[in-house]
Nanobody, 120 residues
């Protein structure tokens, strides 16, 4: 079993910054992609940013230039630095990891979600 534990959400004013962290632990052989999704009330979950084990990244157009994803492979941890936050960034942010387990099974795991609220 693999667990993803997120931290760093909260309430911030527009223009402010937050940093999210997500640490994976458990029966992990390797982690390929890690990333962040978000879901606002009444909307579908959407990709925010993703990073591969090799460091390649991809971002939603709405966050390019404002958000930066990074990871520490030794710690199985992914980060999301969010700058110049806007009220429309308000959502529950979910960590994601595509894991190959110790049994060599590829499985997608999700964190429990962390609330980010940006006030205008």
């Amino acid at each position: 079993q693999v667990q993803l534990v997120e931290s760093g959400g909260g309430l911030v004013q527009a223009g402010g910054s937050l940093r999210l962290s997500c640490a994976a632990s458990g029966s992990i052989f390797s982690i390929n992609a890690m990333g962040w999704y978000r879901q606002a009330p009444g909307k579908q979950r959407e990709l925010v940013a993703v990073i591969t084990s090799g460091g390649s990244t991809d971002y939603a157009d709405s966050v390019k230039g404002r958000f930066t994803i990074s990871r520490d492979n030794a710690k199985n941890t992914v980060y999301l630095q969010m700058n110049s936050l806007k009220p429309e960034d308000t959502a529950v942010y979910y960590c994601y990891a595509h894991v190959t387990t110790m049994l060599r099974m590829p499985i997608d795991y999700w964190g429990q979600g962390t609330q980010v609220t940006v006030s205008s």
